[in-house]
């Protein structure tokens, strides 16, 4: 391995600190386990750490931890090193402010829908409507083509409505 200059390691952890809150979501959505999100948090920084020499200063960090931390989970459960039941409901996320009373019951009434989405469906969402990435960082992230991104996300929003409107 390189070595790392005590410049790029300072740069490196005040980049990925502030990431750390927004892997944590990611890892619970992965996993559906806050014991597993916390380890695979734990996972991706440590793996992060190690491949610093492959990491580009001014790119989009996020990014690459997310593609790593997905890389990980996978690895995980192709060799069925995690196979527990989904146990964290949505509405236990981390959430950077505070919900209002109307926000809380909508965060539940998504939160009883969002079993029922499909694994890609889930993931662009959580992605680009939770996480904040641009379709382009979404389209990276998950490796599949720009307007399969948006398709994607107007399926997903489709079917949460389509199960908010069946579950009134």
Not at 51 to 77: C, D, E, F, Y
Request: hydrophobic share 45%; net charge positive.
């Amino acid at each position: 391995m390189a070595a790392i200059s005590a410049a790029t390691e300072r740069q490196f952890l005040t980049t990925v600190a502030p990431c750390i809150p927004d892997l944590r979501r990611y890892a619970l959505s992965l996993t559906r386990n806050a014991a597993d999100a916390e380890d695979l948090v734990q996972e991706t920084t440590l793996r992060a750490t190690l491949k610093l020499h492959l990491w580009q200063p001014g790119t989009n960090m996020i990014a690459w931890l997310i593609v790593m931390m997905r890389r990980l989970h996978i690895s995980q459960n192709l060799t069925g090193a995690r196979n527990r039941a989904i146990t964290t409901p949505i509405a236990d996320w981390d959430v950077a402010t505070p919900a209002t009373q109307l926000q809380w019951i909508e965060l539940r009434e998504v939160g009883a829908c969002w079993p029922r989405l499909s694994k890609d469906h889930r993931a662009v969402l959580e992605l680009v409507a939770i996480g904040g990435a641009s379709y382009d960082e979404a389209a990276a992230t998950l490796g599949v083509p720009l307007g399969t991104i948006r398709s994607r996300l107007s399926r997903a929003r489709i079917c949460l409505r389509e199960q908010h409107v069946t579950a009134h």
